[in-house]
């Protein structure tokens, strides 16, 4: 026969078991303890962008209350898309896993490239990831900025932003129709083609992209002997001598300052649609005036 336990010791041994299983259950939840708190129904998503385009955007569409975090770039005097004053309001993250998991959004937008370490660990949390592509026309990038209001909860900030950018390319458009032979010069040569965003701002502002007419790809690099051979009228050149470019600054360009208008194309009009457009289009017009 066993001899039953006083009890005392019954009472206990229960409280040890109910605590052990508690601090088991606390502990197997570990994950899903430190999820963000989900905002109530109806309320605006908290938002983390990891972005610098994305971060332009945001600042014409959002509320600022729902922006917990930008792209360090954007912070970046040199690759910002956004006043530095204006970016300096928020936290800025690298796009690591830590950082922006420890800002508990509600949601991330993105670029078209996100580490698979992030991608993971937003997908374990539950935490949505929008990811927004690099645009290759206006329409392209208008549709961008409808996608980032209605996820944002905002959708008539979008169109409201929308409708600033068509008529800031309606407003750019020259009054006659001769097009300027034009080549947007990046450093090394490196120049965009056919197809992207830059060569339609191009088109809408009364300037012909010669990249095609080098037989050049989409983005491709333009080495100096036919761009000396075949000079465009203006070339916009990206960076430019603040950058030390070997190619811009070769003494034979000299030659073609009766020929060619070299002109600064600032790098933040060059990578970012959305409301960039709005700033892009006024320099060219600005460029062509000039000419």
Same mark, same amino acid.
């Given at each position: 026969?066993?001899?039953?336990?006083?009890?005392?010791?019954?009472?206990?041994?229960?409280?040890?078991?109910?605590?052990?299983?508690?601090?088991?259950?606390?502990?197997?939840?570990?994950?899903?303890?430190?999820?963000?708190?989900?905002? *109530?129904?109806?309320?605006?998503?908290?938002?983390?962008?990891?972005?610098?385009?994305?971060?332009? &955007?945001?600042?014409?569409? $959002?509320?600022?209350?729902?922006?917990?975090?930008?792209?360090?770039?954007?912070?970046?005097?040199?690759?910002?898309?956004?006043?530095?004053?204006?970016?300096?309001?928020?936290?800025?993250?690298?796009?690591?896993?830590?950082?922006?998991?420890?800002?508990?959004?509600?949601?991330?937008?993105?670029? %078209?490239?996100?580490?698979?370490?992030?991608?993971?660990?937003?997908?374990?949390?539950?935490?949505?990831?929008?990811?927004?592509?690099?645009?290759?026309?206006?329409?392209?990038?208008?549709?961008?900025?409808?996608?980032?209001?209605?996820?944002?909860?905002?959708? %008539?900030?979008?169109?409201?932003?929308?409708?600033?950018?068509?008529?800031? &390319?309606?407003?750019?458009?020259?009054?006659?129709?001769?097009?300027?032979?034009?080549?947007?010069?990046?450093?090394?040569?490196?120049?965009?083609?056919?197809?992207?965003? $830059?060569?339609?701002?191009?088109?809408?502002?009364?300037?012909?992209?010669?990249?095609?007419?080098?037989?050049? $790809?989409?983005?491709?690099?333009?080495?100096?002997?036919?761009?000396?051979?075949?000079?465009?009228?203006?070339?916009?050149?990206?960076?430019?001598?603040?950058?030390?470019?070997?190619?811009?600054?070769?003494?034979?360009?000299?030659?073609?300052?009766?020929?060619?208008?070299?002109?600064?194309?600032?790098?933040?009009?060059?990578?970012?649609?959305? *409301?960039?457009?709005?700033?892009?289009?006024?320099?060219?017009?600005?460029?062509?005036?000039?000419?």
């Amino acid at each position: 026969m066993i001899a039953r336990p006083a009890p005392a010791v019954t009472l206990a041994v229960t409280l040890a078991v109910t605590l052990a299983v508690t601090v088991l259950l606390a502990g197997c939840g570990g994950e899903a303890g430190t999820r963000p708190q989900r905002q *109530p129904t109806g309320a605006l998503p908290r938002i983390v962008s990891i972005n610098p385009c994305v971060d332009a &955007v945001l600042m014409h569409v $959002a509320d600022p209350q729902q922006i917990i975090g930008i792209s360090h770039y954007s912070q970046d005097p040199r690759a910002t898309s956004t006043p530095i004053a204006w970016a300096m309001r928020f936290p800025a993250t690298s796009g690591t896993a830590e950082e922006v998991v420890a800002l508990a959004p509600d949601m991330v937008i993105a670029g %078209a490239h996100v580490e698979p370490s992030t991608v993971a660990a937003l997908g374990r949390m539950g935490i949505p990831l929008l990811q927004i592509g690099v645009p290759d026309s206006i329409a392209a990038s208008t549709a961008q900025v409808r996608t980032i209001a209605r996820a944002a909860g905002r959708p %008539a900030q979008g169109e409201a932003l929308v409708h600033r950018i068509e008529s800031a &390319v309606r407003a750019a458009a020259p009054a006659d129709s001769h097009a300027i032979p034009a080549l947007i010069w990046q450093g090394g040569g490196m120049v965009p083609g056919t197809g992207t965003l $830059a060569s339609e701002l191009l088109a809408a502002t009364g300037f012909h992209n010669l990249s095609a007419d080098y037989g050049l $790809a989409q983005w491709d690099v333009l080495p100096l002997e036919p761009l000396v051979a075949r000079p465009p009228r203006v070339l916009l050149s990206v960076g430019g001598a603040a950058r030390g470019d070997r190619m811009l600054g070769h003494p034979v360009l000299d030659q073609l300052e009766h020929r060619m208008a070299i002109r600064p194309w600032p790098d933040r009009l060059l990578h970012c649609g959305g *409301p960039t457009i709005i700033d892009a289009v006024a320099h060219l017009a600005r460029i062509r005036q000039s000419l």
